[in-house]
Nanobody, 124 residues
Framework: QVQLVESGGGLVQAGGSLRLSCAASGRTFSSYAMGWFRQAPGKEREFVAAISWNGGSTHYAGSVKGRFTISRDNAKNTVYLEMNSLRPEDTAVYYC?????????????????WGQGTQVTVSS
């Protein structure tokens, strides 16, 4: 089993930055890919970014590419999402997710473990 706990959300003005963290415990952290997803009110949960088991490969949704950066520190069992140039449309609950294998996927159903989510609100 894997437990995931997100932190770092909050209220920020448009153009600002936030850094989300997700601390993992349980299964060996370096044995699975990690992803970030988000869900805005009234919308489905959507893929944001993902990273392979060793950080060697990353992938981003088109809406965040160039503004967000995913990274991981396997020594600290933590994955990060650095968010810059935030926009009001980035407002959502952000979830980290643990994959079933070493390599990332954008499919929500391919992730076995989920955190409780952290709210990010971007004001205009």
């Amino acid at each position: 089993q894997v437990q995931l706990v997100e932190s770092g959300g909050g209220l920020v003005q448009a153009g600002g930055s936030l850094r989300l963290s997700c601390a993992a415990s349980g299964r060996t952290f370096s044995s699975y890919a990690m992803g970030w997803f988000r869900q805005a009110p009234g919308k489905e949960r959507e893929f944001v970014a993902a990273i392979s088991w060793n950080g060697g490969s990353t992938h981003y949704a088109g809406s965040v590419k160039g503004r967000f950066t995913i990274s991981r520190d396997n020594a600290k069992n933590t994955v990060y999402l650095e968010m810059n140039s935030l926009r009001p449309e980035d407002t959502a609950v952000y979830y980290c997710a643990g994959g079933r294998g070493y390599y990332y996927t954008t499919r929500l159903t391919s992730y076995a473990y989920w955190g409780q989510g952290t709210q990010v609100t971007v004001s205009s």
